[in-house]
């Protein structure tokens, strides 16, 4: 029985634990990563002296517009992970669970319906035992 959990239950949901949110982590260290270097870089061109030569200005601009880009891009990368993990934690762990539960309700069923298959000797031996009573009370 606690292997059949240990099968059924605890391995599926390591599984998804290590592979699943193990990417999730990933794409989290690299849309932080990203953050940062967003920020830092708005921080720099809000920095930037507006005496500076219009092409200066430009290229600084364009540079900014670049890296908006490529943050968009990515935190649309991390977005949809977690998307994809909310999704797949609707049948990863829910499956799982399914056959843990039919596992014990089959387990309790087959010791249901062998308790009714002895039902007939514990009846037996009941009334036996009534009967002894019986006799050894009388004397």
């Not at 193990?22 to 921080?43: M, P, Q």
């Not at 994809?84 to 014990?104: A, D, H, N």
């Not at 087959?110 to 308790?115: D, K, S, V, Y």
Request: net charge positive; glycine share 2%.
């Amino acid at each position: 029985m606690a292997l059949s959990v240990t099968e059924t239950l605890i391995k599926p949901l390591e599984k998804f634990r290590k592979e699943q949110l193990g990417a999730v982590k990933e794409e989290k260290k690299k849309f932080d990563k990203e953050t940062e270097r967003n920020y830092s870089l708005i921080d720099k061109h809000l920095n930037l002296s507006a005496k500076k030569k219009d092409s200066h200005l430009q290229e600084a601009d364009i540079q900014v517009e670049q890296n908006r880009q490529h943050f968009y891009e990515l935190s649309l990368e991390y977005v949809c992970k977690l998307q994809e993990i909310q999704e797949r934690k609707k049948f990863e762990f829910v499956e799982p669970m399914l056959s843990f539960f039919q596992g014990m309700f089959t387990f309790y069923h087959q010791g249901h319906e062998l308790a009714k298959d002895f039902n007939h000797y514990k009846m037996e031996l009941q009334i036996n035992i009534q009967n002894v009573r019986k006799r050894k009370l009388s004397l």
